[in-house]
């Protein structure tokens, strides 16, 4: 029976697993229950949206213009009469269309709604008012309706209102967009891509595993660690939704993620399981040396990927920030089903853990286990150690290939273009650039707050002319004053007064929006709205921004919102953010390394080689959806020319979890062997051997897991699957096999230095953590080969 290990954590859960399987095993079949019956209101509580920065001044910007009646509206229509002849300005089509416009301003969970028809231009008296509200053509018109709420409100307001105000209706055939439509979409879309991504990952992982572990029972094992996590997972999601907004693409990436580090986790623990089994030991203590050795791995790897996360948490993105939650939650939950239950079903399962093998019948000899040495693997290291500066190059070339489209990446912000171009809401705001009209993101509003409209008519005159010669702005710059209105271009007046009626309490009418008022019940303030040339996610309509932000505007006090806004605040959020990310992850990246293995040069070799492989992989990305290369093989998926600034922060966060990861399970087997031999070479090309053939089936599993995000049809989660899949098989390939090997056999035996009270020293193995040695956990070394160490010995430092 084994011993405590001196308050270990993951020892304390082996010895309950080992100890006490059967009541483990129950317990967790109980909490798998409860865990379900959580989840299955999860669906109902989740929130959409949360891909704009929070707290910037565009989003106060937009609170301005809500307020002024200028705000971005949430939903689009666009009709069109069925029959040429009805025309938009005939009897018919007016009559119908102020009907709609009525219609939808009652509808519950609608602030109001604005037309072509309500501006009074279908009737010739205000022809200016509603010009932006009509296709260059003439053959189309939108209605703008505002809602209330959230995102997450206006997204099931538009689920509501649409199928009831789109299709034939009267003489008007009718399309929706807009952002609450777009959402709704990618909602819908993300939940049918889920079960895909399921049934697509679930039996192509059990393959791998089932040919990897030539067991089909062994195969089962990280399916069922990743069943509890993830259920438990998102039972964690639904109580967090009490207290937090929590995205719906939040379960994507449980499933995804959480399936990946159980299949890792499952085969680290189960290979050393077996391991221990084939020298002789009974399934407890196999069970014990497993969670002791690569149970230890799995805690660090979990505590490492968790502080990846967590950075996440410091940008002003509440769609990040769920993320983060839910693979927090989903890490630490794989670590502890690994390291718990895991054990418990080794125990009980014992020698069935080997059997059926798929191939078995086949096979002329007794295959190699998956954590037995791989001749392969074991050529490749000895090629590596004995040139390593030619091979080390030669991988940084390649990876510096794969870095280099990530200079030119371009962040943006997500719009209806991230689903696929046939879905109503991307379709119908491609119809609306093609036709000339305004989209709700081709505009800017300025709001002035402290301007008086009749008394600052002339500075609004002049500020008006001003705005309009700024390089950007497209056709016409509309200032609305409390008693007139005026259109601006090129930097001259070219629209023609119209009559202003006051409203009741005051106002001033805004021009382009339908009718309505500004600043009902306030003496002062206007808005001036801007419509765009340039694409709002483009640097010329950055370079806009900017320029209205800085010309001197009539009172002093200045709002700006819009699309373009938006975009350019982002940015400068996650710059200003991601110096303090970056550190948060370093240091808590260093810190975990460092104790593990006690080393001050491997950890900073940790950081650079995940930092420069997780780079390459990023690159990629910007190669393939910023650039649109590969379209054919990927399905096809609209190029934008940005790539969402979200996705690099969370493949970036997630894949060096999964690369450090790798990382600490090689330096495990590295660092052991060193310290029963005190030869650094041989520690290499033992750690590359014994753990190649493991890395290779985990990096096909995880990237069958990840990549199978790559069949979603909405853009971000392509991304982050191709990513993730792409960093996962760069990192157990090519870094693990090639560069991290050279980089270790050039360091020589500076990879073990560690300060101490004596000055410079190796690490010590007399302070080696506590290892299980077959009956007790002790302070001895237990070479995966049963190769015997006097506690006491001290490696040889001069051996290289």
Known sequence: MGKGCGGRAWWGCAEWGVRFPRRVLVVAGVLCVLFGCAASGLADRLSVGGLTASGTPSARAEAWATRYGAGRPELVLVVRPV??????????????????????????????ARSYWATGADRGTAPDRGAELRSTDGRAALVLVDLRGSETDTARTAERLVPRYTGEIGPFEIRATGPAWSLAQSTDQARTDLLRAELIAAPLTFVILALAFRSLVAALLPVLVGGVSAMGALAVLWALTAVTDVSVFAVNLIGALGFGLAVDYALFIVARFREERAHGRSAEDAARAGVATAGRTVAVSAGTVTAALAALLVFPFSFLRSMAYAGMVVVVLAALTAVLVLPAVLVRWGSRVTALDPLGRFRWAPAPTIGGDSPLWRTVARAVTRRPVWWGAACLVVLAVLVLPFAHGRPGLADERILPAGTEAHATADLVRRQGGTSAEGTLAVVLPRVDPVADRAALDAYGRRLSALAGVRGEATVAVRATTGRYAGGRRVGGAAPYTP?????????????????RGMGRGTVVT?????DPQSERAAALVHAVRRLPA???????????????????ALAHRLPLALGLIAAGTMTVVFLFTRSVLIPLKVLAVAALSLTAALGSIVFVFQDGHLRSLLGDFTVTGTIDMTIPLLLFSVAFGLSVDYELFLLSRIQEHYRATGDNTAAIVHGISRTGRLFTAA??????????????????LKELGVGLALAVVVDATVVRGVLVPSVMRLAGRANWWTP???????ADPRQEPPRYDGSSVTSGHAEVTDLAVDPGRRPDLDRR
């Open 83 to 112: 029959s040429p002849r009805t025309g938009l300005d005939g009897p018919v089509a007016r009559i119908a269309g102020r009907r709609l416009t009525e219609r939808l301003s009652a509808e519950g969970g609608v602030a109001g």
């Open 554 to 572: 009539p009172g002093g006090a200045l709002h700006l919102a819009g699309w373009a806004a938006q975009v350019v605040d982002a940015r400068a």
């Open 503 to 519: 409203q009741a309490g005051g106002g001033a009418y805004v021009p382009g929006t339908g009718g309505g008022t500004v600043g």
């Open 530 to 534: 801007l419509t765009l040339r340039p």
């Open 756 to 762: 101490g009270r004596g000055g410079r020293r190796a």
């Open 699 to 716: 990096a096909l599993a995880v990237a069958v897991a990840m990549g199978a995000l790559a069949s979603s049809g909405v853009l971000l």
